[in-house]
């Protein structure tokens, strides 16, 4: 059964097109490719940062936030639709590589198995690699997030900056040691983005919002999806002969059990914020 010509061609896009099949990362070619730009860039981004909150707080009362008009909204439609097209690129391009180097594996290799755990030896270019490198150049476009909280609520988290720069550093691995299971990384992360990301433009636009904690739910779903993932990889990396890049996924792995940890600590106190306000209220009432 033929596919619609449209549907070949949106497919040609994302998975055949010769920008796709031939990228390679390169320091000297491939834009934010080397550790001095990654980690000029973060210390810049925790500069303006840091110099945005002290002049509001010299300059601007306290309770007046900046007006931003459709600048949110903007942001969070360009990053809902970069995300999707990043996650629909990736499956395209797994999908690809799967038909074209199955016959590689012979029976030594599944696609779950690929898909967890890179072969020894693997290069980062091809598909995937192009899909992952995209999705490593929208980390920088979602730190501009940041100014737009610190100009509208005043506030300032380190926890905030931190959790902004980590999604740089690790994507920056995946590309730069060949990481396995960063092709289901990406694909968990780009649909939670998408999602999240359309909702708040939805909400930024002024329709009403969920009735539930939309963002955390999602954000602890895709904390559990990559556990169990991990979990996998470990498996194949001691049982199934080793997988690529394992170094960098043992130091994501770290990176991701301090947010991890961060993360549910944050709402663990919120919610008890929230409880302690509720009673309050029932006291006063």
Not at 32 to 41: D, I, K, N, R, Y
Not at 261 to 270: E, P, T
């Amino acid at each position: 059964m033929r596919s619609h010509p449209m549907l070949r061609r949106l497919n040609y896009l994302l998975s055949e097109h010769p920008s796709v099949v031939g990228f390679r990362w390169s320091h000297a070619q491939s834009w934010g490719a080397t550790w001095a730009f990654l980690f000029s860039f973060i210390s810049f981004y925790f500069a303006v940062s840091v110099t945005l909150h002290l002049l509001l707080l010299l300059f601007r009362h306290r309770t007046r936030p900046v007006p931003l008009g459709p600048l949110p909204a903007l942001h969070s439609l360009v990053m809902s639709l970069i995300s999707a097209a990043t996650l629909a690129g990736t499956l395209a391009s797994a999908a690809a590589e799967i038909r074209d180097t199955r016959w590689l594996w012979g029976r030594t290799r599944t696609p779950i198995q690929w898909l967890l755990c890179f072969p020894l030896g693997t290069r980062p270019s091809g598909r995937v690699f192009f899909w992952s490198y995209i999705f490593y150049l929208s980390r920088y476009l979602h730190v501009i997030r940041t100014f737009f909280t610190i100009l509208r609520r005043r506030k300032l988290s380190l926890f905030h900056l931190f959790a902004n720069s980590i999604p740089m550093v690790m994507s920056f691995l995946w590309l730069e040691f060949s990481q396995s299971f960063q092709v289901l990384e990406i694909v968990f992360t780009t649909f939670t983005y998408s999602i999240v990301y359309g909702y708040r433009f939805w909400t930024e636009l002024g329709l009403p919002t969920a009735s539930f904690p939309l963002v955390a739910n999602i954000q602890i779903i895709l904390l559990g999806l990559n556990l169990i993932c991990h979990c996998g990889v470990l498996f194949l990396q001691v049982w199934g002969g080793g997988c690529n890049g394992i170094g960098a996924w043992a130091f994501n792995s770290v990176i991701n059990g301090a947010f991890l940890f961060m993360f549910l600590n944050s709402l663990v106190r919120m919610r008890w914020i929230r409880r302690k306000a509720m009673e309050s209220n029932g006291k006063i009432d």
